[in-house]
């Protein structure tokens, strides 16, 4: 029969979608759609291959026709209103979300995204209701938990924040990889703790900062984990045993525990008021850093470092980079200044290319891993950069450093409503968006500043 088959080739396409292959998953839908045009299921996984595939407007028309089958799917309700978030189109999205839960008061899934959604807006009371009614409705939803760990920190709330924050997921590669038990805040006493994995350097610069409270703790023995630009660096650690580079020979001695560097603000019991903020706890190597003051010798001036990209797999990182150099132009008027690129990978030729908007030192091209970027920013007198791992390391260094803040979707780790940092105190100055986005109210605050801080 005609409808069995096309009930065949739906499922071995949402098989292939599942799996990713999306070009297999796209064939036999419409291939299923074309013996049953009515079937709302392979329109709306349709959608989802479409929305993969980057044709947001494709994707939009499939999920229209789907609703039209089958106006009170909840879940085609919600991968809509996920689309229209995600283009912006919050009003829209919003009206979805209510519509699917309307349709099904019971999805923990339409309370979560909605309640991403309104956090998104700052709505955080509306946020956060909608969290707590999905968790009411399944004390295990994990992802219900994450994002709500999310919104509590940003407000500062770490003793429940943190706890909620171990519901993420994404450590289970390497569990299977470590195969020793994970920490849960059991007694350090005479124990061995290996830190590590954290997939962005940003974070394990800033948690590494908890060695030496672990050693403090009794744990006789503590190393850490790292991506291999880190390992030469993080050997700087007071207190640290020995670092590992992913991919170095494990030792013949094992570890008790093994623990991510996200984890151990939790299990340590951080409030704000306690938050190891005693800098510098990272160093830069002096022979480096006389090596780089040589090839830096460029005249007198204030030496600033500049950093204005973050990096593109980031999810968020379209509002947190600035689209080029070029945006900080404002900045080239100040006299008694002289700017350093450190800015590695994406944007990293803008400054040295020839129609660059101001003198800049191209720096980044010579930049090995961050031993090197330390040794740099301890012949600086600023680092200006956006929210990226320079920035955590200019603050571990204890350098001054000015962070560029996007509006949406803000980094939890920067607080809400705050002009510095308790995690880098008296060094990390914040300057955020105003409401509603835009890089030209922030840059010219910078200058501003940065005007002062020449003349000073």
Not at 292 to 301: E, F, L
Not at 326 to 344: N, V
Request: proline fraction near 7%; charge should be negative.
């Amino acid at each position: 029969m005609v409808a069995d088959h096309a009930a065949a080739l739906f499922a071995a396409g949402s098989d292939c979608l599942a799996g990713g292959d999306l070009a297999g998953a796209e064939a036999l839908l419409c291939e299923a759609l074309r013996l049953a045009p009515e079937l709302a299921e392979a329109h709306a996984n349709l959608a989802l291959v479409r929305e993969r595939h980057g044709q947001p407007e494709a994707a939009e028309a499939s999920y229209r026709r789907a609703l039209a089958l089958a106006p009170r799917q909840s879940g085609i309700l919600v991968n809509y209103a996920g689309l229209l978030a995600a283009r912006r189109r919050h009003t829209d999205a919003e009206a979805l979300y209510l519509a699917a839960l309307q349709a099904d008061p019971g999805s923990v899934r339409a309370w979560t995204h909605l309640g991403v959604l309104l956090a998104t807006g700052k709505r955080e009371d509306e946020a956060e209701q909608c969290y707590r009614t999905a968790l009411g409705l399944d004390p295990d939803a994990a992802e219900a938990r994450f994002d709500l760990a999310y919104l509590l920190l940003r407000q500062g709330r770490y003793a429940e924040g943190w706890p909620c924050l171990e519901a993420r997921d994404w450590y289970a590669p390497i569990e299977r990889s470590l195969g020793l038990p994970r920490w849960q805040g059991e007694a350090l006493a005479g124990k061995s703790l290996l830190i590590g994995l954290e997939a962005g350097h940003g974070d394990m610069i800033q948690f590494c900062r908890y060695v030496p409270l672990l050693k403090a703790a009794g744990a006789r023995r503590v190393s850490v984990l790292c991506h291999p630009p880190l390992a030469r660096l993080l050997r700087t650690l007071p207190g640290v045993d020995e670092v590992l580079a992913v991919g170095d020979p494990v030792p013949a001695e094992s570890w008790d525990y093994w623990s991510p560097p996200l984890s151990l603000p939790c299990h340590l019991q951080t409030r704000l008021e306690t938050i190891p903020g005693r800098l510098p706890y990272l160093a830069a190597e002096p022979a480096l850093v006389e090596s780089w003051a040589a090839r830096m010798a460029t005249g007198a001036g204030l030496r600033v470092g500049l950093v204005w990209k973050g990096n593109p797999r980031f999810e968020n990182d379209g509002e947190r980079s600035l689209s080029s150099l070029h945006e900080l132009a404002p900045l080239a008027g100040i006299p008694g200044l002289r700017f350093y690129s450190l800015q590695k990978g994406a944007g990293e030729a803008e400054a040295s290319d020839p129609g660059r908007p101001f003198p800049i030192v191209d720096l980044g091209s010579r930049i090995a891993d961050f031993t090197d970027t330390a040794a740099i920013i301890a012949n600086l007198d600023l680092v200006i950069s956006v929210d990226t791992a320079a920035a955590h390391l200019a603050g571990a260094l204890g350098k001054p450093c000015w962070v560029l803040l996007p509006d949406y979707q803000t980094d939890w780790r920067w607080l809400a409503g705050r002009d510095d940092s308790p995690w880098y105190p008296g060094v990390v100055r914040l300057f955020r968006q105003p409401a509603g986005g835009g890089w030209l109210p922030v840059i010219a605050a910078v200058a501003a500043a940065l005007g002062r801080f020449a003349a000073a």
